[in-house]
């Protein structure tokens, strides 16, 4: 028979583990199925309308969610405008967030507060809309934890835990590190969302001619197509640019992947994402499998729920 104190300590640490995965917990893939049940429908239709017009609306989706999450976790924080009056300093001036679209965002939000007004908050929408997305340009489909609220504060100073394009592996593993997501796994599965949308040519024109780790006939390309300047634009996967397959790694595997920071998954002897990359190219389910896993712990990370933040009904301000 275990003693009182075995006992006490035992209730405190279900009580502790009960405390601090309070938060995770309350996220739930039926959060809305009684406050707005259509939600999903009305979500596909805003961005599926908005991918007829723009192609690169589900990647310009997943990109801003991916930001957001990065700062601070999953709150919409990176929506929301400058507000000196609320002591909100934007985190959209920040290198990282200058070319996010903020748009495409508005016009989801619009279309779910026509059809649920006050209910569904920004983070969740960019959550959901991030695995639509994906879906639409042939990817997998998955639950979306759901009912994270929306944060009353921007952090602009956070957006340098951003990974940019012209971090090193070593940089952008430590940024995967210190939100706790794996450094190898998870930083391998969510850089294939890289397998569709467009990069400007400047994350990348400092790798023509002078990078051994790309492919001298697509540096070739690449330096006709970036006679256009610092912002042409140009697809990231250039075998299937608006799918969403395997074909990102086997890109990196013939020294075609865009970005340096892509490119450095495979090309850096003794990392352990080498091994991961080549196991995604081989096989799409398994890429499927572990991007679906790590888009979870990322929508997971931090997440303001309960009576903690707000639902906004405009995604670029406070109520």
Partial sequence: MP???????????????????????????????????????????????????????????????????????????????????????????????????????????????NACPGVVSCADILALASQIGVALAGGPTWQ?????????????????????????????????RDVQLDDSTDLVALSGAHTFGRARCGTFSFRIGTDPNLDPTFSDVLAQICQGGANTLTNLDTSTPDDFDRNYYTNLQNNRGLLKTDQDLFSTNGSSTVAVVNRFAGSQTQFFDAFVQSMIKLGNLSPLTGTNGEVRTNCRRIN
């Fill in 144 to 176: 979306v934890p759901l009912g994270r609220r929306d944060s009353r504060t921007a952090n602009a100073a956070g957006t340098s835990g951003i990974p940019s394009p012209f971090d090193s592996l070593d940089q952008q593993q430590q940024k995967f």
């Fill in 3 to 113: 003693s009182f104190i075995q006992t006490s300590s035992a209730a405190l640490l279900l009580l502790l583990a009960v405390m601090l995965g309070g938060s995770n917990a309350q996220l739930s893939p039926t959060f809305y199925a009684s406050t707005c049940p259509n939600l999903n429908s009305v979500v596909t239709t805003a961005l599926g309308q908005a991918v007829q017009s723009d192609i690169r609306a589900g990647a310009k989706i997943i990109r801003a969610h991916f930001h957001d999450c990065m700062v601070d976790g999953c709150d919409g924080s990176v929506l929301l405008d400058d507000d000196a009056a609320n002591g909100i300093d934007s985190e959209k001036d920040e290198a990282p967030n200058q070319t996010l679209d903020y748009d495409i965002v508005d016009t989801i939000k619009t279309a779910v507060e």
